[in-house]
């Protein structure tokens, strides 16, 4: 597969699963903070990956199993040139019809905030094991857009995903505290809603506890405050849109829920230390 068939951010069909994913590619990653539209599938099996997902730092190793929802942000730091990963993927307009949200409730929480789970060297190697059949199976016949067959399919990952996270979730995750309870619900708001809404009391309402305690529940359970949470998402999305769009800067601020260009472009610089054209410039 060259460089051109993977697109960075969103698939062109329905479905793709590869294990030739080249290093170049890995590295567009690594300009500027990608949001994923796709849903991926991904096991590493040799290499390593140094990244931020959805805010949380996470070194992605061989064994590791990891999960990108349509919506998680990504930036890598450092790639090993030794890379393998096995990756399926869904686009973002299959997965929009899929109702995938209905299947993964339940654990929407532990993907989001841990997409990468470690698994051990037996699981690991069945895994990719079914990655080699599904390659095999897809060489065979254009599975790209056979909705009949993707449909099943799809469930089967997220399926399987969940069984993971049922078993191999990290035992701090799964013990937590009612502080870390309040930071994984209002990270889900938030990526459901940051464009719209900038305000903490907003998500302290959706979470259902008061604004003092939300900060300081979300202050210890993530060691940031939840205001900065908020801009570091904004910040992310602000410049994956001028990173790899030509929409102007104030269809950006508007999209983003920015009353007014100059409100974004003072915010941005006051976040980054250069305008939105500057940094687009760069």
């Not at 016949?141 to 067959?149: A, I, L, Q, T, W």
């Not at 993707?150 to 009612?178: D, F, V």
């Not at 008061?210 to 205001?227: E, I, M, N, Y």
């Amino acid at each position: 597969m060259t460089d051109h068939e993977l697109p960075k951010f969103d698939l062109p069909v329905d479905f793709v699963a590869t294990d030739e994913i080249p290093v170049t590619l890995l590295q567009n990653y690594a300009r500027f903070p990608c949001k994923i539209k796709a849903c991926l599938f991904v096991l590493c099996t040799t290499g390593e990956v140094r990244a931020t997902v959805n805010l949380r730092k996470q070194t992605i190793r061989a064994g590791d199993f990891v999960t990108l929802l349509p919506g998680s942000f990504i930036q890598i730091e450092t790639i090993s040139d030794d890379i393998h990963l096995y990756m399926a993927g869904f686009s973002s307009e299959f997965m929009a019809r899929s109702n995938y949200l209905k299947q993964v409730v339940d654990y929407y929480y532990n993907i989001i905030q841990y997409p990468s789970l470690p698994l051990p060297p037996r699981i690991a190697r069945l895994y990719a094991e079914a990655y080699r059949l599904i390659l095999h199976a897809a060489s065979f016949g254009r599975m790209e857009n056979e909705r009949e067959v993707l449909t099943p399919l799809l469930s089967l990952c997220l399926q399987t995903c969940l069984r993971l996270y049922k078993h191999y979730t990290p035992r701090w995750a799964k013990e937590m505290g009612r502080d870390q309870e309040i930071c994984q619900e209002f990270i889900m708001h938030l990526l459901q809603h940051y464009t719209r809404e900038h305000s903490v009391a907003f998500y302290a309402d959706a979470c259902g506890v008061t604004l003092p305690h939300f900060c300081s529940a979300v202050k210890r359970g993530s060691g940031h405050t939840a205001l900065t949470l908020i801009n570091n998402v904004l910040i992310m999305h602000a410049k994956e849109q001028l990173s790899t769009t030509r929409k102007p800067v104030k269809e950006i601020a508007f999209a983003l829920g920015f009353a007014n260009p100059s409100h974004f472009n003072r915010f941005f610089r006051e976040h980054t230390g250069v305008t939105p054209q500057a940094y687009r410039g760069k």
